[in-house]
Structures are given as C-alpha cells and as structure tokens.
C-alpha cells in the first residue's frame, strides 16, 4: 500500500507549502513577496551576483527572476551594476532601502523557522536541515534525468 502521508516528495512539499504561506502574509507586512524576500536573503549574505548565480541560489527562473529583479529596482530595493572588467556581466546588489528592508525582515524570519522546529530540539534541527541539503544535492546530481 502507498502511504501519501510518509512520502517524501509529498512531506517536503507540504511543510513547505504551510511554512511559505504563513510567511508570505508576514511578508506582505514589509512590501514584498516571499520571491522577493529570497532575493533579500541571497543578495545580503552574497552581494554583487549575476542573475544566473542568484537564479541558482534562489530557485527562481532566469526570466521570471529578471522581471522580479525589475519590479524590485522600482521598489528602490536592488540595483544593477557592471561588473569589474566585463561590461557585458551584470551583477545586482542591495540598495540601502534594500539592506534596511532585509535586516527588518530577517527576525521575523528567524520567528517562523523557530515556529517550524519548535518542538524538535537543536540537534534535530541542525541534522534536518543537513539532510535536506543532501537531499537537496542528490535531486541536482541527477540533472532533470529520471
């Protein structure tokens, strides 16, 4: 008999899924979206990326993050810069409104992932979180093959 409710596909998905929308309305709170707020993340721990770089780190598409990326130069929250001796490269980096924006965030962030974990304890929390980078790394190993 198969067991949707043991699946891992299906548990992945579905925590993520509770997590993501209850953050979203949090979110909605600063003025951005949760594809924004990764955007936020990635580029305050790693300023100055390439659109494909932060696409990879994101989880975003290239084209659906290009046009994110223009909704958020609007929003005064990142801008584009050329790269140092490349003047085809294009890196995006945080505005201050952006750095601002992100640092007023991050508590409200770090309070959803201790409402996630709340009843697992720190170690149990650390190995999750290493599991899921492995597993995160297998499903990349496998390049879209089945």
């Known amino acids: 008999m198969f067991d949707l409710a043991r699946y891992l596909p299906y548990l992945i998905n579905r925590t993520g899924a509770k997590l993501a ?14 594809q924004e707020w990764r955007v936020l993340a ?11 770089d932060l696409a990879t780190l994101t989880s975003i ?6 046009r994110l990326v223009q909704r958020m130069r609007r929003k005064g929250l990142v801008a584009r810069a050329r790269a140092n001796g490349d003047g085809r490269a294009v890196r995006l980096t945080l505005t201050e409104a952006g750095r601002r924006r992100t640092r007023a965030i991050i508590p409200e962030a770090r309070r959803y992932e201790q409402l996630a ?3 697992i304890t720190p170690g149990e929390a650390a190995r999750l979180k290493r599991l899921l980078v492995r597993v995160y790394a297998n499903l990349e190993a496998m ?3 089945p």
Do not use: K, P
């Not at 929308?21 to 949760?34: I, S």
């Not at 990635?42 to 494909?52: V, Y």
């Not at 598409?61 to 290009?66: G, P």
């Open 21 to 34: 929308l209850a953050f979203a309305g949090e979110l909605a709170r600063f003025g951005v979206t949760l």
């Open 42 to 52: 990635a580029l305050a721990q790693n300023d100055g990326q390439r659109l494909s």
């Open 61 to 66: 598409d290239v084209s659906t993050l290009s």
């Open 117 to 119: 974990i709340g009843r």
């Open 143 to 145: 390049n879209g093959q």
